[in-house]
């Protein structure tokens, strides 16, 4: 069992930054992905992180968001820069090839 608890999201205008934490009740060695859901949409993958570090992005996100993690905190992050209006969603983070799911923390950018 693990529980996964985001944070970090909150409201920010179009430029800005943010930086949410997933983090785990236990070390966990998975790979790691974080999901975003927007209203009416359906969640869509963000960008994932091996436990040897391999990274890969939406294209959507790629070179504005940075994803890495701290085994010894048993914590990924999530770094969104250059924030824009699209980027509004539910941020989940999850471990792949698990039910595990966090419950979510709320990104909204606007003006």
């Known amino acids: 069992q693990v529980q996964l608890v985001e944070s970090g999201g909150g409201l920010v205008q179009p430029g800005e930054s943010l930086t949410l934490s997933c983090a785990a009740s236990?070390?966990?060695?998975?790979?790691v992905g974080w999901y975003r859901q927007a209203p009416g949409k359906q969640r869509e993958l963000v960008a994932l992180?091996?436990?040897?570090?391999?990274?890969n992005y939406a294209d959507s996100v790629k070179g504005r968001f940075t994803i890495s993690r701290d085994n010894a905190k048993n914590t990924v992050y999530l770094q969104m820069n250059s924030l824009i209006f699209e980027d509004t969603a539910v941020y989940y983070c999850h471990l792949e090839g698990t039910d595990y799911w966090g419950q979510g923390t709320q990104v909204t950018v606007s003006s």
């Open positions: 992180i091996t436990n040897s570090r391999s990274r």
């Open positions: 236990r070390r966990t060695v998975s790979t």
